[in-house]
């Protein structure tokens, strides 16, 4: 008997902008540097309601769920996605969000501490660079496949 189970299966990514924000330029470079990196890309575009996010991971049966945002409002529009994630049996999705994500004002350690607190696992800045992005992609979702197979 023969098995079609993959050792190392490809990493799932599902990106987008979510709420009323309508940017897409952050999602279409991460896009390419992840497709590059081996990396496949479920990319819905703009304005994603949360529900939309979920239910691409969970047809995808994706690693992670990564939002893009520039709009500076992305905290109001992400506050439950993790309590929405859980409910959908997706408890140990990996949560990445990175871009403009607070006003000019905040210190970038408020901003980063605001969406770690709601259940994001990775908050990146504007100055972010997509090597690193999938650098810690990698290497976070090669832990979480480990630790839910031991």
């Not at 098995?3 to 490809?10: A, E, F, K, L, R």
């Not at 540097?33 to 081996?38: I, N, R, S």
């Not at 991971?57 to 520039?70: F, K, R, Y």
Request: hydrophobic share 40%; proline share 4%; aromatic share 6%.
């Amino acid at each position: 008997m023969t098995t079609n189970s993959n050792p190392n299966p490809p990493r799932k990514v599902v990106i987008g902008t979510i709420g009323s924000d309508a940017h897409v330029t952050g999602q279409f470079v991460l896009t390419r540097a992840m497709e590059d990196a081996g990396i496949e890309v479920v990319r819905l575009g703009a304005c994603v309601p949360q529900e939309e996010f979920i239910e691409a991971a969970v047809e995808t049966g994706a690693h992670a769920v990564l939002v893009s945002s520039l709009y500076g409002m992305a905290f109001f529009d992400c506050q439950t996605l993790r309590e929405k994630c859980i409910e959908a049996g997706l408890a140990n999705i990996l949560l990445y969000i990175g871009g403009h994500l607070g006003t000019n004002r905040e210190k970038w350690e408020e901003v980063q501490e605001r969406f770690l607190s709601i259940g994001f696992d990775r908050v990146y800045s504007p100055e972010s660079r997509p090597a690193g992005i999938i650098e810690d992609l990698k290497k976070d979702i090669d832990a979480r496949v480990k630790a839910l197979q031991t």
